[in-house]
């Protein structure tokens, strides 16, 4: 099955600053890359996705990086505001049935 | 409003006692799941559903059941709990597949004693 590794696991940065959280993921037939945000005690909303024929996609402030030969993809958020301070989860889809879900990273924004 | 549901949001129980955790979407959707999130592990998925009568195997299926009878609901089974399985769960549904924009319920927080 696939595995996904998410680091780093916590991220401080000051506000105004970009964050970037890297995942790895096992399945070289993985089709698609979701990002989830997680604020504290709310459910995981999706923020963007990418899927295996895209190499970038932006939104905003935010945007996501894949890079199939070497089986990774990133979240980059720039211009950090207090709002972004949550847990971010990358996943990765093999075909259309199962969901793999990393294991999170607690993003800080520091005024 | 589209949404989905979960019920109860807070359960403490004790070991061996069968629970259901009930979930429930308006939105015609497909696809639905059921994930625990524990500290440190992030989500993972226990079993999911691409349509009625239609049940997998997640990444940790062990310990729980699931149901599809009807579109809207998706219950999580727990025939014997034990202390390991406490844990936060979540439903989610999305349209068709695990590649569409899944929606969450609200989470239900599970103690085994």
């Known amino acids: 099955g696939e595995n996904v590794e998410q680091h780093p696991s916590t991220l401080s940065v000051q506000e105004g600053d970009s964050a970037v959280i890297k995942c790895t993921y096992s399945?070289?037939?993985?089709?698609?890359f979701p990002w989830y945000k997680q604020e504290l005690g709310k459910r995981p909303q999706l923020i963007i996705d990418i899927r295996s024929n895209v190499g970038e996609k932006k939104d905003q402030r935010i945007a996501v990086t894949l890079n199939k030969t070497a089986k990774h993809f990133s979240l980059h958020i720039t211009e950090t505001q207090p709002e972004d301070s949550a847990v971010y989860f990358c996943a990765a889809t093999l075909g259309n049935e199962k969901l793999t879900f990393g294991t999170g990273t607690r993003l800080t924004i520091i005024p | 409003e589209a949404q989905v549901t979960q019920n109860p949001r807070y359960l403490i129980t004790v070991t061996g006692k069968k629970l259901t955790v009930t979930c429930s979407q308006n939105?015609?959707?497909?696809?639905m799941s059921w994930y625990r999130q524990d500290p440190g592990l992030g989500l993972r998925q226990i079993y999911y559903s691409m349509n009625v009568e239609v049940t997998d195997k997640g990444d940790v299926p062990e310990g729980y059941k699931v149901s599809r009878k009807e579109k809207r609901n998706f219950p999580l089974i727990l025939e014997s709990p034990s202390p390991n399985q406490t844990s936060l769960y979540f439903c989610?549904?999305?349209?068709?597949?695990?590649?569409?924009?899944?929606?969450f319920g609200p989470g239900t927080r599970l103690t085994v004693l």
């Open positions: 399945d070289s037939a993985s089709n698609y």
């Open positions: 939105m015609n959707h497909e696809y």
């Open positions: 989610a549904s999305s349209l068709a597949s695990s590649t569409d924009t899944q929606y």
